[in-house]
């Protein structure tokens, strides 16, 4: 199959001359028209006064309390590449990102604001991998490819009781052909207190339609000592029920490590990234991501993906475990998509 310009690209596509169209979309150049940027007026107590247009004017916004804001509305077909926010600790768990694909009214991506860049428990940390990196302090980078052929939008809405100022963003997207091949980026986040009776939470479930699977985030909070990774993860996969398709061995090593997380560590497709331990005083913050990029789940008519929350009893029993587990999944699919669950509010969303 030939590759459409809009995702040709990587490393060994550089040299490739295509006829993409360049944009990018901040608060310089909210609308991203060709020409459009640094064209602010400064006002009388602006940094830039002295200077006018053409210079730095309208770096960012201020995201009022119970705001939506829109920070990208794009006519197709193109591909978003890059997707860059900062903004103040207080907005990662406060804030919910929000895209929507060729005009769908529901959303394919709805997630806390952190957790869609691994930043899970309303805390920052530094994230080195391929899709999604956050370099100190809080620069936020997203570089899953994002088709879209008629219509793209995205939001962000303020659900705290303060304003947010300060919030930086920018989009970067190619206007360019995309191929019937091309699936939707979607993202979805959940959280769940398992409990000793069912100690298990869903990463994911509804899913109907072809597509695949591309990753896991989770923001894991332990609330009892000793070791809690011993539960596996599965993939129920094309009607799989009682058991799954893909079945793991254990949480970290689902997470590509074994025998537990003894430091943090941060690879192109996977990482533990918080200074937690199961030995520490209790809770415990674990931040883990597993991006599918050389192996996604494939599935053609639905997939159900689940995480066991288990440790140890005394002599060698497996204990089910009471902990603290909010997720986010990531997968491309087309359209249209079952519509998600609702997300909960912020007092359900409130990390610590």
């Not at 302090?137 to 490819?145: D, I, K, Q, T, V």
């Amino acid at each position: 199959m030939t590759l459409p310009d809009g995702l040709t690209f990587g490393l060994g596509a550089l040299p490739l001359i295509t006829d993409a169209e360049t944009r990018s979309i901040s608060a310089e150049n909210p609308d991203g028209a060709k020409g459009g940027g640094a064209k602010a007026v400064p006002e009388a107590t602006n940094p830039g006064r002295e200077l006018g247009p053409g210079w730095k004017i309208r770096p960012c916004i201020t995201l009022k309390a119970g705001e939506t804001a829109t920070l990208a509305d794009i006519k197709g077909p193109g591909v978003i590449r890059h997707l860059w926010i900062t903004v103040r600790p207080e907005a990662l768990r406060s804030c919910v990102l929000r895209f929507y694909w060729d005009g769908d009214a529901a959303p394919s991506i709805e997630v806390p604001l952190g957790d869609f860049f691994a930043l899970g428990h309303g805390l920052r940390t530094t994230v080195v991998s391929l899709p999604v990196a956050v370099c100190p302090s809080g620069g936020m980078n997203a570089y899953w490819p994002m088709p879209f052929r008629k219509h793209a939008r995205i939001t962000v809405t303020n659900d705290y009781h303060e304003d947010h100022g300060g919030f930086f963003y920018q989009v970067d997207y190619a206007l360019t052909a995309m191929p019937k091949e091309a699936g939707y980026l979607h993202a979805q986040w959940r959280r769940s207190l398992t409990t000793r009776a069912q100690p298990e939470h869903v990463i994911l479930d509804g899913v109907r339609g072809r597509g695949h699977y591309v990753g896991t985030y989770i923001a894991w909070t332990q609330l009892s000592g000793g070791w809690w990774g011993e539960g596996e993860v599965k993939f129920f996969i094309d009607g799989d029920s009682a058991h799954p398709t893909y079945c793991g061995t254990g949480t970290e090593d689902y997470f590509c490590g074994s025998y537990g997380f003894p430091k943090p560590f941060s690879g192109p497709y996977t990482g533990t990234t918080l200074p937690a331990s199961d030995s520490a005083e209790m809770p415990s913050f674990w931040s883990l991501y597993r991006w599918h990029i050389m192996d996604p789940i494939h599935f053609k008519k639905d997939l159900r993906v689940t995480i066991q929350a288990l440790g140890w009893w005394p002599g060698g029993k497996y204990q089910p475990l009471t902990d603290d587990i909010a997720s986010t999944a990531y997968w491309y699919q087309r359209l249209p998509h079952v519509p998600f669950p609702a997300l909960p509010g912020i007092n359900e969303r409130f990390a610590r």
